[in-house]
């Protein structure tokens, strides 16, 4: 439909008939909000990722900012272009009344699963997509917003390993005030900083503690706290240090643990204050491992 396109259907009040208009190439995988199809376009022929927003759970989610004048996700991707976030190509709504968002579809795998899988095809590519994963959000937050979800599940991997993007802005917000009062607890539990948990004010600094997190993970398929699934499991953030990368991977490029450490301050306060603060601590990292001396090896 193309940017014109999509401003006359929105002017007209034209909603998209999603059986006639896509072919669907792969069944619906469902996240919190929604439900995401690979699908072809049949007006362009173009395969893509076709998002749909479940209405009630929607509704829900933003009662939370009653009085706000909160953009919807796809007014908050349409504002974000670069190359490790996910191409937003249209959104609006279906003749059903949904909210939909068409997208890139990246065929390749979650960092999730490469994680899941202890998969040794990251090894010597962790720094570079580390690198990317940052640069992403370091965009996000350049264009005024908090992701509210960075783990490894939203961070889609090329297959051959050489990039990822960054996807799912169903959470994001504002990074102004009244978006980071106390009482939002979204997010993903294993990778909430502590003062989500706590209830306190957030800011962008909530972004570089799960960012932190998820980088930890990538180096050594283990999280700085014990892992669950509940709100109990964010408490330990909060509550007991972090164990130290280097119990994981003593392997590990100094200056790559302390960006991660840095990152993951309970204190935030103490943390990293913003995305291009990691990226300095690695300009010019390209491994995740420290050199060996000579003889070291084998």
Not at 206 to 218: H, P, R, T
Request: aromatic share 8%; net charge positive; hydrophobic share 40%.
């Amino acid at each position: 439909m193309g940017l014109f396109g999509q401003l006359r259907a929105l002017l007209q009040g034209k909603r998209v008939d999603v059986e006639k208009r896509f072919e669907i190439l792969q069944k619906a995988i469902s996240g919190t909000m929604s439900r995401f199809y690979k699908a072809r376009d049949r007006e362009t022929g173009r395969v893509v990722g076709l998002k749909i927003l479940d209405p009630a759970k929607l509704a829900f989610f933003e009662s939370r900012f009653k009085g706000l004048k909160k953009p919807s996700e796809g007014e908050i991707l349409a504002q974000l272009k670069h190359p490790h976030i996910v191409e937003l190509y249209e959104y609006g709504r279906t003749t059903q009344g949904e909210h939909y968002l068409l997208m890139e579809f990246i065929e390749g795998p979650g960092m999730n699963s490469l994680l899941i899988g202890r998969s040794t095809q990251l090894d010597g590519r962790r720094v570079p997509l580390i690198r990317q994963a940052a640069e992403a959000l370091a965009a996000v937050h350049a264009a005024g917003f908090i992701h509210r979800d960075v783990c490894p599940r939203n961070f889609m991997v090329s297959p051959d390993l050489q990039s990822l993007k960054l996807i799912d802005f169903g959470l994001t917000v504002p990074a102004t005030p009244e978006f980071m009062q106390p009482g939002n607890r979204t997010g993903t539990p294993n990778y909430m900083a502590p003062e989500l948990v706590k209830r306190q004010p957030t800011d962008q600094r909530l972004d570089v503690f799960a960012f932190g997190v998820s980088a930890y993970e990538i180096c050594t398929f283990q999280l700085p706290w014990e892992r669950g699934s509940t709100g109990l499991a964010a408490m330990a953030h909060a509550t007991q240090p972090p164990i130290e990368i280097e119990r994981y991977r003593p392997q590990i490029h100094p200056r790559l643990a302390e960006a991660i450490t840095r990152a993951i301050a309970r204190n935030r306060d103490e943390r990293l204050a913003s995305m291009k603060e990691f990226l300095k601590l690695i300009e010019g990292l390209e491994h995740e491992d420290a050199p060996q001396p000579p003889g070291a090896a084998g």
